[in-house]
């Protein structure tokens, strides 16, 4: 069974500019969650997305934005970078129904100069 | 609001002696805990799950305990050995929905030969 998937895995931006990053759940999984990792600092919950709808987000401005495709996978939208987006953002899928555990891919690490 | 906290400070343990883990939170009342390994620049993985019910849960080498009253998790990992060197991270479903979850900063686990 192939796992979550992320792409892509390094992206350099500057200041201003907008990224993207995209995330392939687990076959089966309906719900695509999104964190963000600052070096040396704690996994901070980004949103939430479940059968195609924003479920939750977190303390994150309106410009952290995202969507959840028919097929379960996902985007991240960051708009006017800052250079303290400087992150790994991190997607974890869980099935719908069941157990909480989220399976979590490799990561995206967004560089902003 | 709700908040989770983790041992602040790196643990280095002798390799086969067993490593204890703390996860206090305040002020709520979870339904379930977990416990997720990350390593360097690479996504947690999920190693388990104790419901409020369960007083402990065992996983090969992994034992979890969850004490409702002082909420308070210990984790253990007993014959520790230097592949078991990684940051272990805490996690409790958010207050408003058990399907979102919120982190701990995690505890850096170092295990010497």
């Known amino acids: 069974e192939a796992g979550v998937t992320q792409s892509p895995t390094h992206l350099i931006k500057t200041r201003g500019q907008q990224a993207t990053l995209r995330c392939s759940p687990i076959?089966?999984?309906?719900?695509v969650y999104w964190y963000q990792q600052a070096l040396g600092l704690g996994l901070q919950f980004l949103l939430w997305y479940d059968e195609g709808e924003e479920r939750n987000r977190g303390n994150f401005p309106p410009r952290f934005s995202g969507r959840q495709f028919p097929n379960y996978s996902s985007e991240l939208n960051v708009n006017a970078l800052e250079l303290e987006d400087s992150a790994l953002y991190l997607c974890?899928?869980?099935?719908?129904?069941?157990?909480?555990?989220?399976?979590f891919g490799p990561g995206t690490r967004l560089t902003v100069t | 609001s709700q908040k989770i906290e983790q041992n602040s400070e790196a643990l280095n343990i002798q390799e086969g002696k067993t490593a204890t883990l703390t996860c206090n939170y305040t002020n709520y009342s979870p339904a379930y805990l977990q416990w997720y390994r990350q390593d360097p620049g690479r996504g947690p993985v999920f190693l388990l799950l104790i419901r409020e019910n369960e007083k402990e849960k065992r996983k090969e080498r992994l034992k979890v305990t969850f004490d409702t009253t002082l909420k308070q998790s210990l984790f253990h990992i007993t014959a520790s050995q230097p592949a078991d060197s990684a940051t272990y991270l805490c996690a409790l479903p958010g207050y408003s929905s058990a399907s979102k979850i919120i982190f701990g900063s995690g505890t850096r686990l170092s295990i010497r030969p």
């Open positions: 076959s089966g999984h309906t719900s």
């Open positions: 974890a899928s869980r099935p719908r129904q069941g157990s909480y555990e989220q399976y």
